[in-house]
């Protein structure tokens, strides 16, 4: 019998949809059992968010300096053969949560020299994200085999608007021309290709090799031309960030004019420095392919765009 844990979070319950999805056909396998660890902060992050409060964690995402969560369910010294690690990306960083779990000594212990696959559900801007997590899980001498990226529905545009109006307000639907905030569910649920090739793996011993498992699966897409304006806003994020802890500690309210000067800042740079930025990026894809390619395929490192296993596993192309 295998044994996989699920360490996970979620505000609004999307990622454990995710999740659920994912961990259906393993907790139907006869010769596996899941754990599933949902963090909890010792203070909970509210949802929906206020203004302030939304704006306010940035800094603390950006320096990977979380509140404590609650002691783990699972005890440190329980063993694993696979840790599927979900999480959420805030301002360009894993969410605060997982941060706290990967920062903690139960997760130095539990995820020593173990295969591990992350697994995150965001709006769109994951790859900064995921550089940092590729880091935090070296620090703990894991080892990364695969990522799968899910992102909310909807153009880019469209998730700039929905996504800060779910979190905001808790409103979900689609309204005027925009489509509903957050992934499809269509997308959620063929999610679930994804447990089906786990346990296929787990039964061949894959997880005892280098990976990735869930390759052919269109496991992730990256944007190029997105990623660089993501390598500017995370640069930018550290420097203010770094001013605004100065200024004061979480939720103190002389931090507010120097999150809003920033917040104005960073509203006219992405109506106006990120599209040309991208737009200059698409016209010149011709002439950069071969770095072009480089950098997706190293974005998308291990589990890549690839659909070529999709039928196998109950999806269409
Ligand atoms: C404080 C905060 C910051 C966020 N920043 C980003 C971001 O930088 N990039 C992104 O793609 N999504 C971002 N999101 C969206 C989340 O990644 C996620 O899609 C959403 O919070 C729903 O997750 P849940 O499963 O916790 O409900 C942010 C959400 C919050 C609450």
């Known amino acids: 019998m295998k044994k996989i844990l699920v360490v996970q979070y979620s505000q609004t319950g999307q990622l454990s949809d995710v999740m659920a999805s994912i961990c ?38 950006v320096a990977l300096d979380p509140p404590p969560i609650k002691p783990l369910s699972v005890g440190s010294t ?25 920062k903690s000594t139960a997760a130095q212990h539990l995820l020593r020299g173990k295969p591990v696959i992350t697994v995150i559900g965001c709006r769109n801007m994951w790859s900064q994200a995921q550089e940092t997590m590729r880091q935090l899980l070296a620090d703990c001498g894991a080892r990364l085999l695969d990522n799968v990226v899910l992102t909310d529905q909807g153009s880019a545009l469209a998730s700039f608007i929905t996504t800060p ?22 997308d959620i649920q063929a999610a679930c290709r994804f447990g089906k090739a786990i346990e296929v793996a787990l039964a061949e011993d894959l997880e005892q ?24 806003g995370y640069r930018s994020f550290k420097v203010w960030g770094k001013l605004i802890r100065r200024v004061g ?12 000067i920033y917040l104005l800042f960073l509203i006219l740079m992405i109506l106006t420095i990120v599209p040309l ?5 698409k016209l010149l894809v011709p002439l950069l392919r071969e770095k072009h390619l480089q950098a997706k395929a190293y974005y998308e490192a291990p589990s890549g765009s690839g659909t070529e296993r999709m039928a196998m596993f109950g999806c269409p192309e």
């Open 165 to 186: 109006r779910w979190l905001l307000t808790g409103k979900k639907d689609a309204f005027w021309v925009f489509p509903a905030a957050g992934i499809s569910d269509s």
């Open 24 to 61: 259906r056909p393993l907790a139907e396998a006869e010769a596996l059992e899941v754990v599933v660890e949902t963090l909890e902060p010792e203070k909970p992050f509210p949802y929906p968010w206020s203004f302030f409060h939304f704006l306010d964690v940035f800094p603390e995402c």
């Open 209 to 232: 090799g280098e990976g990735p498992l869930l390759h052919g699966l269109r496991a992730v897409e990256a944007d190029i031309s997105q990623i660089q304006s993501e390598k500017a």
């Open 249 to 260: 500690k979480p939720g103190e309210a002389s931090r507010l004019p120097v999150l809003v």
């Open 78 to 102: 329980d063993e694993f053969d696979l840790i599927i690690l979900a999480y959420q990306v805030w301002f360009l960083a894993p969410s605060l949560p997982i941060t706290a779990f990967l």
């Open 277 to 281: 930025s991208m737009l200059l990026k």
